[in-house]
């Protein structure tokens, strides 16, 4: 993947991005994020990861804990602020609105689909700048910015080298400068399943493998206490959940859990069968629950 040479300018008129911190490393790029994330651009339907991300983050637990998120930068107008690993840029705005004025808003993905997606949502905000780039090297001075935060969400479980990446946020940060990063814990996922069903159910949430790192958020707090530039770590957790089975299927593939469990060969068609169809019928008899938990780590940099 060619990363963007997109040049931004800040106040100052002086570049953002530094052109020689810019992996255009095919090889190296696809070595530092998930596979998944590495076929979205592969994809012969891309806006499906596109949609799946609009529909989560229209449901009032995730838009109460990104309000959460959000706070925790203690964004003041004027300031800059990037969204690493900003998707199709469902946050730009909002962040936009919190440094209005001359503050500057800076989105960077490693997918072009999303990357392009995005400037075109954002495109009637001038202050909004995004561009393609890897959270493991991002293309950005050390120590670049005055009054800098930095946040990114959901985006650890898909990179190879998680300490690497809150290493990259926050060198690029001075003194001060704020990190605010929120990620799941999927090895929390719970169904109200029946005991019939526990060993496959286990199989589909435990065992299926479809990001690197499952367990990261759990484990946020740990990894960034590790970084001896971060100090006042600050930790909110919360539990997840629904009582609709078709708000599972939408909010975290349930569904396609199980199958991705049958192309694994964790399960056979058989089990994932009876599976669905005891889910199906809890739902209908009002006795289906889910639960995750997702937690969002805040520190400062030394």
Not at 74 to 82: A, E, I, R
Not at 158 to 173: A, F, G, Q, Y
Not at 255 to 276: H, P, S, V
Request: aromatic share 8%.
């Amino acid at each position: 993947m060619e990363v963007s040479t997109e040049i931004l300018y800040n106040n100052n008129n002086n570049n953002i991005i530094n052109p020689n911190l810019i992996n255009n490393d095919n090889d190296n790029n696809n070595k530092n994020k998930d596979e998944n994330w590495v076929k979205i651009d592969q994809s012969e339907a891309p806006n499906k990861f596109i949609q799946y991300v609009d529909e989560a983050s229209k449901q009032d637990q995730i838009i109460a804990h990104t309000r959460y998120s959000t706070r925790q930068l203690y964004l003041q107008p004027g300031q800059k602020v990037m969204d690493c690993g900003c998707g199709a840029g469902k946050d730009l705005g909002r962040l936009e609105s919190m440094v209005e004025g001359n503050g500057i808003v800076v989105g960077m993905d490693i997918s072009r689909e999303m990357v392009e997606c995005a400037k075109s949502r954002m495109s009637h905000l001038p202050n909004v700048k995004i561009f393609i780039g890897d959270a493991s090297r991002i293309p950005i001075d050390d120590n670049y910015f005055d009054a800098y935060v930095i946040r990114c969400e959901r985006l650890l479980q898909h990179v190879i080298n998680p300490d690497l990446v809150i290493s990259e946020m926050t060198r690029v940060i001075k003194s001060g400068g704020r990190i605010v990063i929120t990620d799941a814990d999927w090895s929390s996922t719970s169904v109200s399943i029946p005991k019939n069903i526990e060993e496959i159910n286990k199989k589909i949430l435990n065992d299926v493998v479809f990001n690197a790192h499952p367990t990261i958020g759990l484990h946020l707090r740990g990894r960034m206490a590790k970084n001896p530039q971060l100090e006042n770590l600050e930790i909110f957790a919360q539990c997840l959940y629904t009582d609709s089975l078709a708000m599972a299927d939408e909010f975290v593939w349930l569904g396609e859990r199980g199958k991705m469990a049958c192309a694994q060969k964790l399960i056979t068609e058989d089990e994932f069968n009876f599976w669905r169809e005891t889910l199906e019928r809890m739902d209908e008899e009002g006795s289906f629950v889910f639960t995750m938990n997702i937690f969002t780590v805040s520190a400062s940099k030394k």
